[in-house]
């Protein structure tokens, strides 16, 4: 099991930019496929982007994040990055990070079993 711990989130304009960091403890991290997800006020925990072990272009993006998020990830670190560029009101929501024991990156929710307790990202009109 890896423990994960958000960090990152703020209050921003719309246009602006974030960095979300996602410190993991813990000697499985390098081996698991790391993702992002969000969830908005009142509606269900979606999925954002996703990373497989070794990173580079082994990436996944939801269509409504794409060329505008980057994942990354630094093993030596044992760090998760999600990059929030051109930030827009409907991208309002807590931001999670998860882990999964699968040998690859996965766009589903319960592909996922290691969760942190979120950071909110609020981004004003």
């Known amino acids: 099991q890896v423990q994960l711990v958000e960090s990152g989130g703020g209050l921003v304009q719309a246009g602006g930019s974030l960095r979300l960091s996602c410190a993991a403890s813990g000697r499985t991290f390098s081996t698991s496929p790391m993702g992002w997800f969000r969830q908005a006020p009142g509606k269900e925990r979606v999925f954002v982007a996703a990373i497989n072990k070794i990173g580079g272009s082994s990436t996944l993006y939801s269509d409504s994040v794409k060329a505008r998020f980057t994942i990354s990830r630094d093993n030596a670190e044992n760090r998760l990055y999600l990059q929030l560029n051109n930030l827009t009101p409907e991208d309002t929501a807590v931001y999670y990070c998860?882990?999964?024991?699968?040998?690859?990156?996965?766009?589903?929710?319960?592909?996922?079993?290691?969760w942190g307790q979120g950071t909110q990202v609020t981004v004003s009109s």
């Open positions: 998860a882990a999964s024991p699968w040998r690859y990156a996965s766009t589903s929710i319960e592909s996922y079993t290691s």
